[in-house]
């Protein structure tokens, strides 16, 4: 054997799969046979790997090779790229697998824990704090107790890791890309491959090369992938059939979050292989939680109704900054009435707050506080509401919150509750709603509901819609307030609706071809017609003084009336 064939063989390297060190000159065939077992773990090895000569007088001078501590990268960097820079996977960041797992399994691991040191400037600035914040465990989730609850089918699953293809549906910041994140945590912690892609920008090309890896991941390494589409109903039909035959044979879990009602913006047949989770607006308490805890993480001080001193929400007060900072008890109550259950609104609204409050506490003298214990900045009630400008109103032109607000609006008329009418009224004129559909609603409502009970509603609905079309918004929101009221405390018909219903079934349920009209009520402009019947015995009624005995009906349907109401 040639002495370079010894050294290759004596040489160790590192298998980039299963991360055992064997011979140079056995690597490629253990390779192969790794790939095909899918790179099971072996026991790790006790040798490290060959490293360069050490500098000379270290302390590994003069030893075995074997036995000098490691140094600079591994052999075979390459395979490393994507493992911290170079590192063992046991070496990156100082830590083990176990104690990274361990760490990352404690409340506030991840990005709130390493930035606790961090000063409360350098805490409002580069991220939004809804994102430094999201939670990393479902420990610390917060709100949507009948989902996640303790007990519950979903949660017993996530903490089995036995993770269903989803459908995340809820409205804005209620925690639909969060519940996202942990599942990511967890699901990495536990060896599966977690992809995410956003439907706003990824094509159907980018969601064919996921599955290819995925299929190989699962043929190689027997790995699952999860696959996470955010606002999947940007998806359109043909490009969601592309998830059906990888869902439905397991190469991919499916997890997609909307703010669209899945019945009508996803597949039916992808429906059918998700199970929907519905996640509703987060209660005041739940937002009142998650406010303080942004409160401790950025250091400020609670100051209640009566409080002359400042408390600080955590052990300690925010020392990094050059000056307390204070927000009152009421603003975090009024916060989180006004941000309508979205999360990411009220932490986005407390941290546009306390930033220009410290900004402007740095260019002017500091303001004491109600009891003048100490200098410092005040956040207070008239603040948060300058940092959101009015109510945060969740409201969607082209979404099921369209249709909610248009059917609470014919249902509070119906049940003439002017007070209620004028508020949902006011819903989707301020939530951006075209004035000129709710006037074309109430023109529908007025023959539908009031009907011949007061025939003048239809006038004041066609006229509502004509001064909305003259005049536009914001002038035309009173003419619709007008109208809306009147047609609340309107008595209300519903005859001629449900007459014409009535007929209308009538005609469905008709067996055979359709009675033909009868001869006397045709009309008859040529002689061939006259010749034939028509019009022949019609009585025309305004030459008579008495009424006129004549039938209108085909002889099927003689005696029958529409307006009594029919049996169903």
């Known amino acids: 054997m040639e002495p370079t064939e010894a050294a290759e063989e004596e040489r160790l390297v590192q298998c980039p799969v ?42 590994a001078e003069g030893q075995p090779e074997q036995a000098r501590p490691a140094a600079g990268s591994p052999v075979f960097s390459l395979f490393h790229k994507g493992r911290g820079g170079g590192q063992s996977p046991a070496a990156a960041g100082g830590r083990s697998g176990a104690g990274r797992d361990e760490a990352a399994g404690q409340p506030g691991y991840g990005c709130a824990a390493a930035l606790c040191g961090e000063s409360l400037a ?19 989730y917060v709100g949507q107790e009948p989902v996640l609850g303790a007990q519950t089918l979903l949660r017993s699953l996530l903490e089995s890791h036995e993770i269903p293809s989803l459908i995340l549906w809820g409205p804005p910041g209620c925690g639909k890309t969060t519940l996202a994140h942990i599942i990511a945590n967890s699901s990495k912690k536990n ?46 039909k043909s490009q969601q059939d592309t998830f059906l035959p990888h869902v439905e044979c397991g190469t991919v879990t499916l997890i997609g979050a909307t703010t669209e009602n899945p019945s009508f913006q996803v597949n039916a047949a992808l429906l059918s292989r998700c199970r929907v989770i519905v996640l509703e607006k987060l209660s005041v308490e739940a937002m009142e939680a998650i406010l303080m805890r942004a409160v401790r993480f950025l250091g400020l001080q609670v100051l209640g109704q009566d ?111 002017e007070n209620a009418s004028l508020y949902w009224l006011a819903r989707m004129l301020e939530g951006g709603e075209d004035p000129l559909y709710v006037a074309r609603r109430l023109v529908r409502f007025a023959s539908e509901d009031i009907g011949l009970a007061d025939p003048l509603a239809l006038t004041q609905a066609v006229a509502a819609y004509q001064g909305c079309h003259f005049i536009g918004m914001p002038e035309c929101e009173v003419i619709l307030a007008q109208c809306v009221v009147y047609f609340a405390r309107a008595p209300k018909s519903i005859e001629v609706y449900r007459a014409y219903g009535n007929v209308k079934e009538c005609l469905r349920m008709h067996k055979g071809p359709l009675p033909p009209v009868p001869l006397h009520l045709r009309n008859a402009p040529t002689r061939l017609m006259k010749n034939l019947g028509y019009g022949r015995g019609y009585k025309y009624n305004p030459m008579y003084k008495e009424p006129v005995e004549q039938d209108y009906l085909p002889e099927e349907l003689k005696g029958i009336d529409f307006f009594k109401e029919r049996g169903t």
């Open 18 to 59: 299963c991360l055992r060190e064997l011979p140079g000159a056995d690597i490629n065939t253990h390779l192969d046979r790794c790939l095909q077992a899918g790179g099971a773990q072996v026991e790790p090895p006790s040798k490290r790997p060959r490293l360069a000569a050490a500098p000379p007088g270290s302390q």
């Open 122 to 140: 350098q805490k409002l600035e580069g991220k939004p704090l809804a994102e430094r914040l999201r939670p990393d465990t479902l420990g610390d």
């Open 191 to 236: 060896g599966m491959r977690f992809v995410t892609l956003s439907a706003t920008s990824a094509k159907t090309n980018d969601v064919r090369d996921v599955i290819s890896q995925a299929q190989n991941e699962k043929r190689l390494f027997k790995r699952k992938t999860i696959l996470f589409i955010d606002e999947i109903h940007r998806f359109n």
């Open 307 to 417: 409080d002359q001193h400042g408390t600080p929400a955590t052990g300690s007060s925010s020392k990094s900054s050059e000056f307390p900072v204070y927000i009152e008890e009421k603003a975090l109550n009024t916060l989180a009435y006004l941000c309508d259950g979205d999360a990411r609104t009220g932490l986005n609204g407390l941290q546009l707050a306390v930033q220009a409050r410290v900004a402007a506490g740095r260019t002017s003298p500091l303001n004491s506080t109600k009891g003048g214990a100490a200098d410092g900045v005040l956040v207070t009630e008239e603040h948060i509401k300058e940092g959101l400008q009015r109510s945060h109103i969740l409201y969607d032109r082209a979404g099921e919150e369209h249709y909610n607000c248009i059917s609470a609006l014919h249902k509070s008329m119906r049940g003439s509750d």
